[in-house]
């Protein structure tokens, strides 16, 4: 099996150096397992778009020299795949149409079924994929096991809001399947939503893959470093040294400053994630 990673940042704003952490490792990760590396925008969230942000992630796959071994796709251009993905589990009745709002369903975030036996038309409603009372465990190759019983952790879930807009869970499962993705290398923030992305590959009919979610780099406040959290825009014009600090927080043998592709190409050859910080959070303060 030739080993295929992704990167796959959301134009929800400018990557910050928690981005950069994350496709520094999925970079060296695939290429140290002689794999290609994928990039993919993930922008099916319109309404979240910040302008100029997918520019910048351009800029910056420029400045710091990564390559994808593909040419990058964007989700939105993928819009019929997504629907066809519906209507395949549309056909299987493991979909069905919700008419709840957020203030219907007020502070509880496990959804009960509301919907579930109504048999609503789906026009201009929410749809949700049927869950089961099981345990979905994966190994992780650096947090270890993970399981989650999605009936009691989280209930029924949004693949397609009111609005149309496709849900993140889909559309990620979707694509990582029509690009043979095998690895999976991001933040340990996404580490909840395994479980329901290897649920929806199952009734899709898709392999399931490897993950690994790195730990996090954290503020000053405690908090990881975020779009929300108003995370320092990278600043391109001092790429060598922030790659540099990259491969530092992830615990990686030190490099020589110099052209970011010398960098990583260097990186590449002294990957090994046994040196990765273990738990969730990396014991440093970035910006």
Known sequence: MVYKGRFAPSPTGPLHFGSLITAVASYCDAKANQGKWIVRIEDTDIPRIYPDSEQHILKCLDAFEFESDVEIIYQRNRLDLY???????KQKQLVYACECTRKMLGSNHIYLGTCRE???D???QAIRVKVSDQNICFQDRLQGQHCSNLITDLGDFVLKRRDGIINYQLAVVVDDYLQGITHVVRGADLL???ERQIWLGQLLG???????HLPLAMNAQGQKLSKQNLAQALDIQYAPELLSQAISALGQPSIEIDQPHKMLAQAITQW???LIPKGTEIQRIFN
């Open 83 to 89: 629907h066809a993905a519906i209507e395949q589990l």
């Open 122 to 124: 789906f026009t201009n």
């Open 192 to 194: 909840d939503n395994t």
């Open 118 to 120: 109504k048999h609503l």
């Open 272 to 274: 090994d994630i046994r």
């Open 206 to 212: 898709y392999p399931q893959l490897e993950y690994m």
